[in-house]
């Protein structure tokens, strides 16, 4: 089975799930996009009401934000991959509950196994402490992760996972967008250790 039929397969198995409440209320279940053989992955929190309505993951107000941050690295929303850790919308934009997260996360380790990142970017706490524990790395709080590499091991390989904070943080906080383009550089920074030249090469 190739990388697509691999993801294809998940993503039907997302559309039918049942399996936590969530499912009582989405419009649309929305499992991710972009491109399956990036070296690098955004994992946010759970869809908003924009998500659930067209099934794509940050599409609304943060999702624009999300795109200006991933071109100001040269890259394009075409060449990464853009995931949530929950793949429905908790109600009223609530925070996922543990065990909606719990429930879900077999289907985000699937999809990390499949596209194999050398980079994992978090946005926001809930997909940081998730990805943290998952990599079996402290947590503390984001202000004192954000914009910091960390090597953790994710279905028994390596990965450097890289904080930040919500696009939607952002839209609350303007302080945060100087911080969070700060953070982007390092994610760049990050992809490019061992390599010289424009990201378009680096990722197909």
Known sequence: ???????????????N???????????????????LNTKIMFIGEAPGAREDATGRPFVGAAGKLLTQLIES?????????ITNIVKCRPPGNR??????????????KKQI????????????????????????????SMSSVHGTEFRGKINGRYITIIPTYHPAAAL?????????????????????????????????
């Not at 690295?73 to 075409?78: S, V």
């Not at 925070?95 to 985000?108: G, N, S």
């Not at 990142?117 to 943290?132: D, E, M, N, S, W």
């Open 17 to 35: 799930c049942r399996k936590c409440r969530l499912y009582q209320s989405r419009t649309n279940t929305v499992p991710g996009e972009g491109n």
């Open 73 to 81: 690295m040269g890259l394009t929303r075409e060449k990464v991959y």
């Open 1 to 15: 089975m190739n990388k697509k039929e691999a993801m294809n397969k998940i993503e039907n198995e997302i559309k």
């Open 113 to 140: 196994n499949i596209i194999n990142p050398r980079v994992i970017v978090t946005l926001g706490r809930h997909a940081t402490k998730t990805i943290f524990e998952l990599a079996s790395i402290p947590f503390g």
């Open 172 to 204: 609350y906080n303007p302080n945060l967008r100087n911080t969070l383009f700060e953070d982007f550089r390092v994610i760049k920074e990050a992809l490019t250790k061992d390599y010289k030249g424009p990201l378009d090469y680096f990722i197909p």
């Open 95 to 108: 925070d996922p509950q543990p065990d909606e997260i719990y429930t879900c996360l077999p289907y985000l």
